[in-house]
C-alpha cells in the first residue's frame, strides 16, 4: 500500500514524498527510522497515484487555476500585502463567488491559508496538494522563503507558465487545420462508400463478373455496409473508443512520437518544443536560487521518457565535475546555439540568464516551424485525400464508361 507523507526537511521546509507499506504504523516506523518527520501522511489510492504523478498540471477538476492565482497572489505581494493576508483574502475572494467550482477555490485557498498561519512555509503548503499545484511552483517559492520574498519567484513562474503555454498553443493551432480537414475527408469518404456505394449496387446488380475487379470490391464493401447499419455504426464507435484509448495509452503516444521523431523537419520542431521547456524551467528554478542538481530533479519530471534519460545521465556527469555545457551537449540536450548561449553563461556567471535566452531562441524556432509545418501538411492531406475520394468516385463511374465504349 502507498502513503502519501508531507516529509519535513532539516532545513524546516517541507517535501512530499511516496512510501510503501502494509499499513500507517508500519509507515511511521519506516520513517522514524530514516530520521524523518511526517508533518502529514495518508493512504493514496490507484487514483490519487494517477493525479500525484501530473506535473505541472494548471487545474484538478477544474477546481483552481493556478495560473490566475499566482498573478493576484503576485499583485497582493508586490503591494505590500503581506502573505497570510494574501492568502485571506483571495480565499474570501473565491468563498463569496458564485457556483460550485468559485467553492471548491475558496475551500482549497482557505487550506493554505490555515496551514500558513499554523507556521508551515507557503511551499510546504502547496506541495500538501501535488495534484493542484505543479512542483516547479513549489521548489521556486521554497528558495524565495530564505529571504520571505515572493515577488520575484511569483513573477518569474507566471511569466513561465505564460510563455509555455504559448509555445503549446502555437503546435496546437498548427494542428488543428489539418485535424479538421481529416475529419471533414474522412466523412464525406462514408458517405459516398455507405450511402451512396449501396445505390450504385442495385444499379449494377445485373452486371456481374462484367464489372471491374476494382469496382466489383468496392461495391460489395458498400452493400455490406448498407445492409447492416447498426453493425457498422457499433463497428465505428468501437474504432473511435480505440482511437481514444490508444491517445490515452502512454506507450501509444511514445511510439507515436518515435514515429514523428523521423520525420526531420518535424523532428527539429518537436526537439525545439522540448528543449526549450526544459530550458525555461531550468532558468526558473536557477534564478530562484535552486541548485543545478535539485533544478535537474524537477525539470526531469516535464520531460518524456527519453529526454528524461539523457537528463539523468547529463546530472550524473555534472555531479562528477564536469560543466553544465559539456554534459548537455554530450547527451543531445543542447543544439549548437544553445551550446554557445550556455558557454557564455559560465564564463560571464550569468547562466540562468543564457539558458533563458536559449529558451527564448527555442521557442522562436518552434514557432516558426509551427507556421511552415502548418503550409504544408494541410496541402498534402487536401491531396491524399482528393486523391482518395476521386478514386472511389472513379470506380463507381467505371462500369458506366465500359458499357458507353461497348455501346459504340
Request: net charge neutral; glycine share 10%; aromatic share 6%.
Amino acid at each position: 500500500m502507498q502513503f502519501r507523507v508531507l516529509a519535513l526537511r532539516s532545513d524546516g521546509s517541507a517535501h512530499p514524498v511516496l512510501i510503501e507499506a502494509s499499513d500507517e504504523t508500519t509507515a511511521r516506523k519506516m520513517l522514524a527510522q530514516d530520521g524523518v518527520t511526517a508533518l502529514e501522511l495518508r493512504a493514496v489510492g490507484a487514483l490519487g497515484r494517477s493525479l500525484a504523478g501530473k506535473r505541472g498540471g494548471a487545474q484538478a477538476g477544474g477546481k483552481l487555476d493556478v495560473d490566475l492565482f499566482c498573478q493576484e497572489l503576485l499583485a497582493l505581494v508586490t503591494a505590500g500585502v503581506p502573505i497570510g493576508e494574501a492568502l485571506e483574502t483571495l480565499a474570501s475572494k473565491g468563498s463569496s463567488a458564485a457556483g460550485a467550482i468559485a467553492v471548491d477555490q475558496g475551500s482549497i485557498l482557505a487550506k493554505l491559508h490555515s496551514r500558513v498561519r499554523e507556521g508551515l512555509p507557503l511551499s510546504a503548503a502547496m506541495a500538501q496538494h501535488p495534484e493542484i499545484f505543479p512542483n516547479v511552483l513549489c521548489e521556486s517559492l521554497r528558495a524565495a522563503e530564505q529571504t520571505s520574498d515572493y515577488g520575484p519567484a511569483l513573477e518569474r513562474f507566471v511569466r513561465y507558465r505564460r510563455l509555455t503555454r504559448e509555445v503549446r498553443e502555437k503546435l496546437v493551432s498548427a494542428s488543428i487545420y489539418p485535424l479538421i480537414l481529416l475529419g471533414v475527408s474522412t466523412l464525406v469518404l462514408l458517405f459516398l462508400v455507405g450511402y451512396v456505394v449501396p445505390r450504385f449496387a442495385d444499379v449494377y446488380a445485373d452486371m456481374g463478373d462484367k464489372l471491374p475487379t476494382a469496382s466489383r470490391a468496392l461495391l460489395w464493401v458498400g452493400s455490406r455496409i448498407g445492409a447492416h447499419p447498426l453493425l457498422t455504426g457499433v463497428a465505428l464507435a468501437g474504432f473511435v473508443s480505440a482511437v481514444v484509448w490508444a491517445v490515452r495509452s502512454q506507450g501509444f503516444r511514445e511510439a507515436v512520437m518515435q514515429g514523428l521523431q523521423k520525420v526531420p523537419r518535424l523532428r527539429e520542431v518537436l526537439a525545439a518544443a522540448e528543449f526549450s521547456r526544459l530550458y525555461r524551467t531550468l532558468a526558473l528554478l536557477l534564478h530562484g536560487g535552486i541548485p543545478m542538481v535539485a533544478s535537474l530533479d524537477v525539470a526531469r519530471g516535464l520531460l518524456p521518457p527519453q529526454l528524461a534519460r539523457r537528463l539523468d545521465a547529463s546530472k550524473v556527469s555534472i555531479s562528477e565535475g564536469r560543466t553544465f555545457s559539456d554534459s548537455m551537449r554530450e547527451h543531445g540536450l543542447s543544439t549548437a546555439v544553445a551550446d554557445r548561449f550556455f558557454r557564455v553563461g559560465e564564463g560571464s556567471g550569468k547562466l540562468a540568464e543564457m539558458i533563458d535566452r536559449a529558451a527564448d531562441f527555442h521557442e522562436d524556432e518552434v514557432s516558426r516551424g509551427a507556421e511552415w509545418l502548418g503550409r504544408i501538411i494541410g496541402p498534402f492531406l487536401m491531396l491524399i485525400m482528393g486523391i482518395v475520394i476521386g478514386l472511389v468516385v472513379v470506380l463507381m463511374y467505371m462500369p458506366i464508361f465500359s458499357l458507353a465504349e461497348a455501346i459504340q
